[in-house]
């Protein structure tokens, strides 16, 4: 059985609003140094995804794209205790993003993009992320180019849209 479009709609417009008021009530209790993975879990539900480390402790992603701007990346030591609790989708981390750099590690830095769509005529694989603006009436993205040829990044872009 399909849904009805607006159904759908309206779905996704109420977890996009209730999201992040979950996030202001649960993120502050997630405390490194004393808050175990299964606390996160309880309080944040499952990961989108898990990074492993290279010493072998796990960072798990939560997003809040396509409708949010914010991703969360939840690290923890070797006893399963927040190490480290940090929103990634940063001017610091967007200047992190290098030529070459793989489609892996960009994810790693940034968590999973709002939408990814492929310019055959460009020979590029754009990610963006629906981002924090400058302006509270815009929508702004930080995009990814990766050359589809070699797989590697080839540039940055910002993109602001005109709501309304």
Not at 12 to 40: F, H, M, R
Request: with cysteine.
């Amino acid at each position: 059985m399909t849904l009805p479009r607006w159904l759908t709609a309206l779905a996704s417009a109420v977890l996009a609003a209730v999201l992040p008021a979950c996030d202001a009530i649960n993120l502050p209790e997630i405390k490194p140094g004393i808050t175990n993975q299964a606390e996160v879990r309880q309080r944040m539900g499952e990961p989108g995804f898990v990074h492993w480390n290279d010493d072998g402790t796990a960072t798990w992603e939560y997003t809040r794209q396509p409708n949010g701007m914010q991703c969360w990346m939840i690290s923890f030591d070797h006893a399963e205790i927040v190490s480290r609790l940090e929103q990634v989708l940063t001017p610091a981390n967007f200047a992190k993003v290098r030529d070459g750099m793989s489609k892996d590690d960009v994810r790693r830095l940034l968590g999973a993009p709002a939408s990814k769509v492929t310019y055959r005529n460009l020979r590029e694989e754009v990610w963006e992320w629906r981002i924090e603006g400058d302006v509270p009436i815009e929508e702004t993205y930080f995009g990814v180019h990766f050359d589809t040829d070699h797989g590697g990044v080839k540039k940055t872009s910002r993109r602001v849209h005109q709501r309304g």
